[in-house]
């Protein structure tokens, strides 16, 4: 909506009309009345739309008068100025000059950054019949339909029909007519328009004069020369023109007996005969694109618009690299992020999820839940700039909230923290954040401390409930708190499993999209391998898009990398069959294939918002999406309402996306379900004709066929072939990549597999002579323990328990198993001979730590046995295994150290009805050893933490509490004791033969 301010010597008067009208003795005398009527509601209209709404309620309206060969300048209310001279005559730096344009406060800058482009004027000039008005009804098209700009079409034709219907073809009226078309242009152009003027504006000062008015007025001007030969235009003759001046009948016809004077320097130059119409227009787009008229920046990308922009706006750039070095990280307090953690803190450091610069705040996550969007202020136009990485105030009451604009953000990126993590980062303004390796990876800014309202997160992001949901149990298992705050990467991340190659940023997306020369990218989200039925997807989105008039589609490919469901199939077994998949040609060669980072969530129509929102902020202007995205089957818990089935109607996801209000210039090329025809062994959507020949093949039908290693199937497809003839169809997947899915699912428990991304680390381990075999990270590590001979000995069996042969003192020997600060739970294996040290695992998968970051070495010490034959006073049974022993000293111990300790103490857990005595001990040369000697001496936070991590640890495993006899620590007296016991149960055990 518009409102007019006119200003006139008796005050505002607030009504639209109200403009001044010229002395009549001020109108040429020539001028007929329905001119003059036209010229004057144009002077309206144009005011309502433009002028009048961009200056403030005191500023004054100007009008302009025409008297013969004289311009006079006048305000409203006041007497017309002195004709102005010859030299003057049409001059707009004369007729616009101190009138204060601009003076109402809005600045153009204000105005195009608050409708998200700038005003300009395309000059399309030519012979007739070169194409003008037909590139430039094309061009209105795409700019008001494709991206949303408010354009308007200015052609020569009609503008004689009203503006300028009292003009003839003179050189002079000629002149005029371009003049006043320019004025408009530039109207609209102030206003925020998009003005496509098309005109032939056969004389090149009168096009310069144009482009002078524009420039007085700080305004884009394109001049668009349609370069087309007079024989070509005469070929095309689409209104017959040329015949009639050949004819005779027109006379001064331009480029037959009236000259073209064509564009020194134009801005844009089209050989039409040479191109084609979407050729053209995208020509003029990427000109616009260039200037920053689509954006309103002044510094747009050269990749746009080939690419989109992220959410956040042309110039949002993801948060920069920490200036902290990891040891300086290191000094802060430590939070320890499990494997989601980690792919969040990589999808928000990388710039996937755009314009999230960190974890979520709370007013973040309402907005996301709520809203499935987050405002954004990419110009701090309603003082929302920042708004998102500011610390949650709900006493803020203003209404600025209420305005800005709205991105797409549909899943909560959120990191849950348990109570011992919340007291470890009290009020630090820095925390560092550390993957399940031990090493530090990204810093947090500004926490923000808030309750985890699982319920609420469930209800809102999966719209029901089923406690055997994949993710709903991850959920479930968080912390009671999240912390929220801006994330910078220590530096960049890499999981060290062969797959990094795949791993690459959205700056380096960008980067190989620009280098392939691409004029679009169209992405294919997949968390299963590639058959025929997905390569109709891809193959025939290319086919859509080069109809469309693209040059060069570029396909991405992205199989998700983040956390999957145990059965989904592994990441690497995906990714190669990709490869494979693309080397033999079913998709296109030049296909890019990266892995996306994200945790899969298995939430369906919500989650497939993400799966967009996050190719969109990397550059693709095209996704494609197929039946049930997201999609996942309900389990068998009787607890809720419905028992499987479909957590998701298969058509929901696919709909959802279609109407999202969050797309912006995305495109969403849409796929109903494809069969396989038995008549080309080809996947394309059933025929009705004859639907006999079309087979659905289905992922478990697939599954099922390469569990069964069967092969391909004659050309005549026998109608048991799924079950006593299994054989797989001809066509529907490559045979080098059926082969790999038969290896796998005949082989699914193979550790070798990497079901997702999980990063790897090199072991820490202590010098000295060590045999390690298998890959450090999986099952199959293992660390032998040698002699100076070389013969391999038991660190159980036969390292010395007392150092120095005095079991009278204070002081054993601790063997290192896991280090301080290190979440890969090593143990000494009591089943295989000799004893080495080995990855703890369940369900033959590696354990970790994943409560906190050990603040303590944790080991073992040698010659003890805790008896499940022998009772403490309760009547607790022991484990059975060595004693656990924890250093509380101030320097990392690798694995395998065998270490001089002091005994501080002892707490005795109780777990499953065992007692299980954990030694708390000092590294004997430890700076601190020397003040130690009982609980006493040790500092309250210290001690507060090791009964909290004792009692809480298994809890982050979706366990119960441990019980401790005692939360406070027994002395050394007790501890000795102990030691003592146990190393006469070891020598019963090692007597008897039982150990």
Not at 131 to 152: A, C, F, N, P, Q
Not at 604 to 614: D, L, N
Not at 724 to 753: A, S
Request: hydrophobic share 35%; net charge neutral; aromatic share 8%.
């Amino acid at each position: 909506q518009a409102v007019v301010f006119v200003g006139d010597e008796d005050g505002l008067h607030k009504h639209a009309g109200e403009l001044p009208r010229p002395p009549a003795e001020a109108l040429p005398h020539h001028l007929p009345q329905q001119a003059e009527n036209n010229l004057l509601g144009c002077i309206l209209f144009l005011g309502l739309l433009g002028y009048a709404a961009t200056n403030g309620p005191t500023a004054q309206i100007p009008s302009t008068s025409i008297a013969g060969d004289a311009t006079v300048k006048t305000t409203a209310g006041s007497a017309p100025a002195a004709p102005a001279g010859p030299a003057d005559k049409h001059k707009s730096s004369f007729i616009y000059k101190d009138q204060n344009f601009g003076a109402s406060g809005l600045q153009k800058s204000e105005r195009y950054q608050s409708i998200g482009m700038k005003g300009a004027t395309l000059w399309f000039t030519g012979f007739s019949g070169s194409g003008k008005s037909t590139i430039g009804k094309r061009l209105e098209e795409v700019l008001v339909r494709d991206y949303r700009k408010h354009t308007y079409r200015l052609d020569g034709d009609n503008l004689r029909f009203g503006l300028n219907s009292d003009l003839g073809f003179s050189k002079k009226d000629r002149g005029e007519n371009v003049r006043r078309v320019g004025e408009v242009s530039a109207l609209f152009a102030e206003s925020g328009v998009i003005v496509v003027a098309s005109l032939i504006s056969p004389y090149r000062a009168d096009r310069d004069k144009v482009r002078q008015i524009h420039a007085d007025r700080g305004l884009e001007f394109i001049e668009v020369f349609v370069d087309v030969p007079i024989s070509a235009a005469e070929k095309r003759d689409p209104k017959g023109l040329y015949k009639k001046a050949r004819a005779g009948q027109i006379k001064g016809f331009t480029g037959l007996d009236a000259p073209y004077e064509a564009p020194l320097a134009p801005e844009v130059r089209l050989p039409s005969h040479e191109m084609d119409l979407e050729e053209e227009v995208r020509t003029i787009v990427k000109a616009l694109a260039a200037r920053g008229i689509l954006t309103a920046t002044d510094d747009t990308p050269s990749w746009y618009p080939a690419l989109i922009p992220p959410d956040g706006g042309m110039n949002w750039q993801p948060p920069s690299f920490s200036t902290y070095s990891v040891a300086a990280a290191s000094k802060f307090p430590q939070v320890l992020l499990n494997d989601i953690d980690l792919q969040w803190v990589q999808c928000i450091g990388e710039g996937w999820a755009a314009p999230l610069k960190g974890f979520m705040r709370e007013g973040v996550l309402l907005q996301t839940l709520h809203f499935n969007s987050l405002l954004i202020d990419e110009f701090d136009l309603t003082g929302n700039k920042g708004f998102n990485e500011q610390v949650t105030d709900f006493d803020d009451y203003s209404t600025k909230l209420q305005m800005g604009d709205r991105v797409d953000m549909s899943v909560p990126v959120v990191l849950p923290i348990n109570e011992a993590s919340k007291r470890i980062i009290g009020s630090s303004k820095t925390i560092t954040l550390v993957a399940p390796t031990g090493k530090p990876v990204a810093v947090l800014s500004n926490p923000e401390i808030y309750e985890n309202r699982k319920e609420e997160i469930i209800a809102r992001l999966f719209g029901g409930y089923d406690p055997d949901h994949p993710y709903i149990k991850v959920i479930m298992n968080g912390g009671g708190y999240l912390v929220g705050g801006e994330v910078a990467l220590l530096a960049p991340i890499k999981y060290n499993d062969g797959l990094d190659k795949y791993r690459l940023t959205p700056a380096q997306l960008r980067q190989k999209f620009i280098d392939s020369g691409t004029d679009a990218v169209y992405a294919f989200q997949t968390r299963n391998p590639t058959h025929a039925g997905h390569a109709f997807l891809m193959q025939d989105a290319g086919r859509q898009l080069k109809a469309m008039g693209y040059k060069k589609p570029l396909l991405w490919l992205t199989p998700l990398g983040g956390w999957t469901k145990d059965d989904d199939m592994p990441l690497d077994v995906r990714i190669n069959q990709h490869h494979i998949i693309i080397e033999e040609g079913m998709l296109p060669r030049d296909t890019v294939m990266a892995i996306w980072p994200s945790p899969m969530i298995y939430a369906g129509p919500t989650e497939v918002q993400w799966h967009c929102k996050s190719r969109r902020n990397v550059g693709a202007r095209f996704f494609i999406t197929g039946r049930d995205p997201a999609g996942i089957k309900r389990s068998k818990n009787k607890n809720q309402m419905t028992v499987g089935g479909d957590f998701y109607d298969g058509n929901h996801g696919r709909y959802v996306l279609q109407t999202s209000p969050g797309l912006g210039e995305m495109k969403i090329l849409s796929f109903s379900k494809v069969y396989y025809d038995k008549q080309d062994n080809k996947m394309k959507p059933p025929e009705k004709s004859r639907k006999s020949d079309f087979l659905s093949i289905s992922g478990s039908t697939m599954r099922a066929l390469a569990k069964k290693g069967a092969p391909p199937c004659p050309d005549v497809i026998p109608s048991n072939w799924e079950e006593t003839k299994p054989c797989i169809p001809n066509g529907f997947m490559v045979k080098r990549g059926w082969e790999l899915m038969i290896q796998y699912y005949q082989d699914p428990k193979n550790t070798k597999w990497i079901g997702y991304s999980r990063m790897m680390s090199e072991p820490l381990i202590a010098s000295g002579n060590f045999l390690t075999k298998g890959t450090f990270g999986k099952p199959s590590w293992t660390m032998y323990f040698q002699n100076s001979d070389g013969d391999t000995i038991s660190p159980w069996h036969d390292l010395e328990l007392y150092p120095d042969g005095n079991p009278a003192g204070r002081i054993v020997n601790m063997m290192v198993e896991i280090p301080m600060g290190r979440m890969e739970k090593l143990e000494v294996n009591k089943e295989i001979k000799n004893n080495p040290i080995k990855q703890d695992t369940k369900k033959n998968k590696p354990r970790y730590y994943v409560y906190g970051v050990p603040f303590f070495n944790y080991g073992m010490l040698p010659r003890t046995w805790e008896d499940p034959a022998k009772k403490d006073e309760a009547g607790h049974e022991g484990d059975g295994d060595p004693l656990d022993v924890m250093e509380i000293g101030s320097k990392q111990l690798p694995t395998g150290t065998v270490v001089p300790v002091k005994v501080l103490g002892v707490y005795s857990l109780i777990d499953q009805g065992e007692v299980d005595y954990k030694i708390i001990v000092i590294n004997k040369d430890d700076p601190m050893a020397s003040s130690l000697r009982t609980p006493d001496d040790i500092e309250g936070a210290i001690a507060a933490k090791l009964a909290d991590w004792l009692k809480m640890y298994k809890t982050a495993e979706g366990k119960a509490e441990n019980e401790l006899v005692s939360d406070i620590m027994d002395g050394p007296i007790k501890a000795m004791k102990v030691i003592k016991e146990t190393h006469e149960y070891w020598k019963e055990g090692r007597d008897s033969g039982v150990i």
